[in-house]
């Protein structure tokens, strides 16, 4: 690493979990593209059109698993079976992993579900409702997109306790409330069960079939050779946790974004047809996924007159990259009218997010029905005790939304 690399605990450090965004103006203007040492060493990109360009330069590759095996470096020893997919992989290999889901995804396929996502969004809603108070993010925002995505692989309804609960000790890993040891045991731990418990699945539906995506990808695994067994269940584990983490996520912070703007919120409120717009400027204004999944070098590169020697870790800060004054105006203010605008918030290039439509659709349907079904919608602890997920944290989000209705 660069000798002038800044140590990330001054990065991530005070008021940084809370607001990143004047960091992220500083990076931007004085080093838009700096080496930052820490758990892991990596360049940070945060202009938006640096963004753009490194999300599609090739000499940036996502193929973790490469002879120096970097994917160890992100993921810990017991991440190999679950994150040998699309994700972490370059053309050919992406192209191969990502065509056998992508009709699945597909806008007019994803459309079809929209009267069970609506469903399962009522339900949730209707279990709040009579008590006048709810914690969203465990009443809502993370059950809605986990229900959806466990439905569509065909994982029983049974067992989405406890994948949930594996799934959130990768997702809130850092915050604090063990010692980092444990910590790091915990997410093995967790990692280790949900690769038995998936590889035992895929064992299972394939002695059974099944009319799922799981059921899709044994397919493609024994009838067509297109994918390993290996890659089954790897593709599933990024699906289930793709599927779920960033929607949660982004209902949290988009609803938080909402509370703290009554103006916006009202304006949301009486014009139900902003939504689609609104969603996207959410997204723009604190997307979940602050820093696009790392990069590595496969030779020296150069942007912004610094050079990325070849093997460092490159990350594309999506979320500064979005609050980049040069290409929106007046960025740190939410305006549910802005025009729809090219914001990274879903990514960019060959990676671009699978999941878009599902993403849009569970989010229209999750926020419209908070917003018709819960009058007088408020926080109901003070601002500052809004507890977030920590600072260094890949992920940008709450642990706890806690807000009162009108019963
Ligand atoms: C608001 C919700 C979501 C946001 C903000 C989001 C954001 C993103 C971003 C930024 C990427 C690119 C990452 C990179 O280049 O490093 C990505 C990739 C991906 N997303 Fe999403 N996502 C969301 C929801 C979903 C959903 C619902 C699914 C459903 C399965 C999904 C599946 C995926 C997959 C499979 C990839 C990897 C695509 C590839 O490597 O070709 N996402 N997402």
Same mark, same amino acid.
């Given at each position: 690493?660069?000798?002038?690399?800044?140590?990330?605990?001054?990065?991530?450090?005070?008021?940084?979990?809370?607001?990143?965004?004047?960091?992220?103006?500083?990076?931007?203007?004085?080093?838009?593209?700096?080496?930052?040492?820490?758990?892991?060493?990596?360049?940070?990109?945060?202009?938006?059109?640096?963004?753009?360009?490194?999300?599609?330069?090739?000499?940036?590759?996502?193929?973790?698993?490469?002879?120096?095996?970097?994917?160890?470096?992100?993921?810990?020893?017991?991440?190999?079976?679950?994150?040998?997919?699309?994700?972490?992989?370059?053309?050919?290999?992406?192209?191969?992993?990502?065509?056998?889901?992508?009709?699945?995804?597909?806008?007019?396929?994803?459309?079809?579900?929209?009267?069970?996502?609506?469903?399962?969004?009522?339900?949730?809603?209707?279990?709040?409702?009579?008590?006048?108070?709810?914690?969203?993010?465990?009443?809502?925002?993370?059950?809605?997109?986990?229900?959806?995505?466990?439905? /569509?692989?065909?994982?029983?309804?049974?067992?989405?306790?406890?994948?949930?609960?594996?799934?959130?000790?990768?997702?809130?890993?850092?915050?604090?409330?063990?010692?980092?040891?444990?910590?790091?045991?915990?997410?093995?731990?967790?990692?280790?069960?949900?690769?038995?418990?998936?590889?035992?699945?895929?064992?299972?539906?394939?002695?059974?079939?099944?009319?799922?995506?799981?059921?899709?990808?044994?397919?493609?695994?024994?009838?067509?050779?297109?994918?390993?067994?290996?890659?089954?269940?790897?593709?599933?584990?990024?699906?289930?946790?793709?599927?779920?983490?960033?929607?949660?996520?982004?209902?949290?912070?988009?609803? /938080?974004? /909402?509370?703290?703007?009554?103006?916006?919120?009202?304006?949301?409120?009486?014009?139900?047809?902003?939504?689609?717009?609104?969603?996207?400027?959410?997204?723009?204004?604190?997307?979940?996924?602050?820093?696009?999944?790392?990069?590595?070098?496969?030779?020296?590169?150069?942007?912004?007159?610094?050079?990325?020697?070849?093997?460092?870790?490159?990350?594309?800060?999506?979320?500064?990259?979005?609050?980049?004054?040069?290409?929106?105006?007046?960025?740190?203010?939410?305006?549910?009218?802005?025009?729809?605008?090219?914001?990274?918030?879903?990514?960019?290039?060959?990676?671009?997010?699978?999941?878009?439509?599902?993403?849009?659709?569970?989010?229209?349907?999750?926020?419209?029905?908070?917003?018709?079904?819960?009058?007088?919608?408020?926080?109901?602890?003070?601002?500052?005790?809004?507890?977030?997920?920590?600072?260094?944290?890949?992920?940008?989000?709450?642990?706890?939304?806690?807000?009162?209705?009108?019963?």
């Amino acid at each position: 690493m660069s000798t002038d690399a800044v140590p990330g605990a001054e990065i991530y450090t005070g008021q940084f979990a809370a607001d990143p965004y004047p960091t992220f103006a500083r990076l931007r203007t004085d080093r838009p593209v700096c080496p930052v040492s820490g758990r892991f060493d990596q360049y940070l990109i945060t202009r938006f059109d640096d963004a753009r360009v490194a999300l599609t330069d090739p000499r940036l590759s996502k193929d973790l698993y490469g002879p120096e095996a970097h994917y160890l470096r992100f993921f810990g020893p017991n991440s190999a079976g679950l994150n040998r997919n699309m994700l972490n992989s370059d053309p050919p290999e992406h192209t191969r992993l990502r065509r056998i889901v992508s009709q699945a995804f597909a806008p007019r396929r994803i459309e079809a579900l929209r009267p069970r996502v609506a469903r399962i969004v009522d339900d949730l809603i209707d279990k709040v409702l009579p008590h006048g108070r709810a914690e969203l993010m465990h009443d809502f925002a993370i059950p809605l997109p986990m229900t959806v995505i466990c439905e /569509l692989l065909g994982i029983p309804a049974a067992d989405h306790g406890r994948v949930l609960d594996w799934t959130q000790v990768i997702r809130t890993s850092g915050s604090g409330e063990r010692p980092p040891e444990q910590e790091r045991a915990a997410v093995q731990d967790a990692q280790a069960r949900l690769y038995h418990y998936l590889t035992d699945l895929v064992r299972a539906k394939r002695a059974r079939p099944a009319d799922d995506m799981i059921g899709a990808l044994i397919d493609a695994c024994d009838q067509d050779g297109t994918l390993s067994g290996a890659e089954v269940v790897a593709t599933t584990f990024l699906l289930l946790f793709a599927g779920h983490q960033t929607t949660a996520d982004f209902l949290g912070n988009a609803v /938080l974004a /909402l509370l703290t703007h009554p103006e916006q919120l009202e304006l949301l409120r009486s014009t139900p047809r902003l939504l689609p717009s609104a969603i996207e400027e959410l997204l723009r204004f604190d997307g979940p996924l602050p820093v696009a999944s790392p990069r590595i070098a496969t030779e020296d590169v150069e942007y912004q007159g610094v050079t990325i020697p070849c093997g460092a870790a490159v990350g594309v800060v999506i979320n500064a990259a979005n609050h980049d004054p040069a290409h929106f105006t007046d960025p740190d203010r939410l305006d549910v009218r802005r025009v729809r605008g090219p914001h990274l918030g879903f990514g960019h290039g060959v990676h671009y997010c699978l999941g878009v439509s599902l993403a849009r659709m569970e989010a229209q349907l999750g926020l419209g029905a908070l917003l018709r079904r819960l009058s007088g919608l408020r926080l109901a602890v003070p601002l500052a005790e809004v507890r977030r997920l920590p600072a260094a944290s890949p992920f940008r989000g709450l642990l706890e939304l806690p807000v009162t209705f009108t019963a």
